[in-house]
């Protein structure tokens, strides 16, 4: 590249299906906010990577997504924006994105009765949103599925032989549990790719989550299974923070292989670092045989969406630690949202993980 900059060396897989997916907007509070999930953030990311591998994300089997999600979720995201047009909800009162506004929440049903199938489009809507925040039209079942896609791509990358591969991953995932979606995610792109490691790794493997929120969708995913760890360091949600009703320390999954390390809100590199530390080594000491980082950088100082205040320097070191472990790592793009960073500090992310691997397997000669 020539402009004395370190080169990366891990492979960048990537899709221009991702531009398919336009939020336009969030509901937040009964409102219509400008949304900060855009496609912009993925530009931005390959942008500041320019020089490294670009690996162009291939098709993978619904199977693929089917290990991680209910096939009545994939069907209605899959018919959700059509059946919303053909409703004719866009002409009359003119919206044009899928937003729900009935949710069949327990408190709803008698003992024994559950949500029968509505006949309006506008109440299915609610049936797997769990919040008003996750906007749905023309392209983004295209773009979540091209991000499932990419993920595993890296995935497969790593299953041959390289140390380490980076998704672009856009919309995030983490956010989406089996059978449901919200907080910007649809479909959890890191927990396919820990459910297909864990198919081609007899170990377990691990997930750990360095997101600013709570990663809520991989934590419900694998709850009772003992052979994938997650791990998940975010904004305390009990200061007030998405996803507000889960992310707390005391939930441990069936078998303890879940571990939650919120923080106070304005907590900078010292606490973040431990508990990324932290989370590494429980990993390790669980005996986890490959690694999937979600790596979202809304921890950062400077993000507009998350209260701790995370340096550049911590993004690099955090990727020396997760390194170090010496595991073949796949690292999924999930949040960060301020446009003049967010590359940058995926990049600072990637050059510590390749300095960890290097410190791993010079240590192991
Ligand atoms: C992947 C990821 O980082 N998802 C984060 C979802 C959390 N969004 C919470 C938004 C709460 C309301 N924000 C108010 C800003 C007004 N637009
Ligand atoms: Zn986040």
Known sequence: MGDGRPRLSTPVVWTDLHRLHE?????????RTPGTEV????ERIR???AGARLVEASPQPDEAVLAVHDAALLDYLASAWREWEAAGLTRDPGQDRVVPYIFPVPSLFPAGVGPAQPAAASARAGRFAYDTMTLIGPGTWEAARAAVDAALTAADLVLA???AAYACCRPPGHHATRSGFGGSCYLNNAAATAARLRASVDAPVAVIDVDAHHGNGT???????PLVLTGSVHVDPGAGWFPHFLGFADETGVSGTNRNLPLAPGSGD???LEAVRSLAGWARAGGAEALVVALGVDAAACDPESPLAVSAAGFRSAGRELG???LPTVLVQEGGYDLETIG????EVLLGVEEGLRGASERRQ
């Open 161 to 163: 032989g390289e140390r």
């Open 324 to 326: 170090a472990l010496g």
């Open 47 to 49: 942008a500041a990577l």
């Open 270 to 272: 010292d606490e973040w």
């Open 344 to 347: 940058e500090l995926v990049r």
């Open 39 to 42: 496609p912009e953030r993925a």
């Open 219 to 225: 934590q419900a995913i694998f709850w009772d299974d």
């Open 23 to 31: 939020p336009g907007g969030e509901v937040w509070v009964g409102l």
